[in-house]
């Protein structure tokens, strides 16, 4: 059994086991408007999260206002805190903790400029052998998939570095990722003094890469706490949602550690996890603000 399908059912039977009772969900409404400058904005993102326990996984929907700035929400558990936030590109991410059954949450965005994270894209020699595009391919799920929800939710806007796509002829397996991107560093001799222009090498692993604890990506060296460390990050060729893989590597370049709070969050340290949502919880997303311009 997969170990986050454990977790679920270890949680079930705890809360069977103390005789915990779930309340029964009361629908709701969240709604309001978003605006900038006093004109409502159209199709901007506002999301709600439920604010819950680790045994429970919390309710995520959104939806996108309309061309008058207004929108609305139905949330399903009345009584707890959700946190609502509204985002759209260009303007500042801005979140309010609101408890339905009443809820009403108005947004006044201000206007801010896009941070650019320059990456140089890597490829290995199996890469390139199954994929005639390979630097198409390789654009694409070490951050072009991802780019949209950075742009929208955080106004960082990823970029080539305008460096040639690097090769990296790697070996076919190594105990963790950890140590094949270290390898990988200094076969490319990647540094903060030669860096192609860039402030994120990318490496995109084939398929015929075996990591024996399993891991689909890893970044190196640890989680920034700072910016000025070229990290280098790994993501593996195969994986059925690239876009949610760059979206959590890359975060761990933002300084987001894996998050202990619920298997629904992108940064659960599983990421293989069919369930997880291609969404940052509200904490993460704070830490992405104050550091979206490391990579400029």
Not at 17 to 35: E, F, H, K, Q, R
Not at 229 to 245: E, F, M, N, Q, S
Request: net charge negative; glycine share 8%; hydrophobic share 40%.
């Amino acid at each position: 059994m997969k170990r986050e399908n454990m977790i679920k059912v270890i949680g079930v039977s705890i809360l069977a086991v103390i005789g915990i009772i779930v309340p029964a969900y009361a629908v709701s409404t969240i709604s309001g408007t978003v605006t900038s400058g006093g004109t409502g904005l159209n199709n901007a993102k506002v999301t709600a999260e439920q604010i819950g326990g680790f045994l429970v996984a919390p309710e995520y929907v959104w939806t996108r206002t309309s061309t008058t700035g207004s929108y609305s929400l139905t949330v399903n558990d009345a009584g707890t805190v959700y946190q609502v936030a509204a985002m759209l590109t260009g303007k500042q991410y801005n979140k309010i903790d609101r408890t339905p059954p009443t809820s009403t949450a108005n947004y006044a965005l201000t206007s801010i400029l896009l941070k650019d994270a320059i990456i140089w894209v890597v490829a290995d020699d199996g890469f390139q052998a199954d994929h005639p595009s390979w630097q198409i391919d390789a654009k694409n799920i070490a951050y072009a998939f991802a780019d949209g929800w950075f742009r929208e939710e955080h106004s960082i806007n990823m970029k080539d570095s305008g460096a040639t796509y690097g090769t990296y002829a790697s070996p076919n397996s190594a105990p963790d990722c950890t140590t094949w991107a270290q390898n990988a560093r200094t076969a490319l001799d990647w540094s903060s003094t030669n860096n192609r222009g860039a402030k994120i090498a990318i490496v995109v692993a084939g398929k015929d890469v075996t990591f024996t604890n399993g891991d689909l990506g890893c970044i190196n060296p640890a989680i920034p706490s700072s910016s000025g460390t070229y990290p280098l990050i790994v993501v593996k060729d195969g994986y059925g949602d690239p876009a949610k893989l760059s979206m959590h590597e890359i975060g761990h370049a933002y300084s987001l550690t894996h998050s202990t709070a619920s298997w629904k969050h992108v940064m659960w340290a599983s990421v293989n996890n069919v369930d997880a949502i291609k969404n940052w919880r509200p904490a993460d997303d704070s830490t992405i603000e104050l550091n979206r311009s490391w990579y400029q």
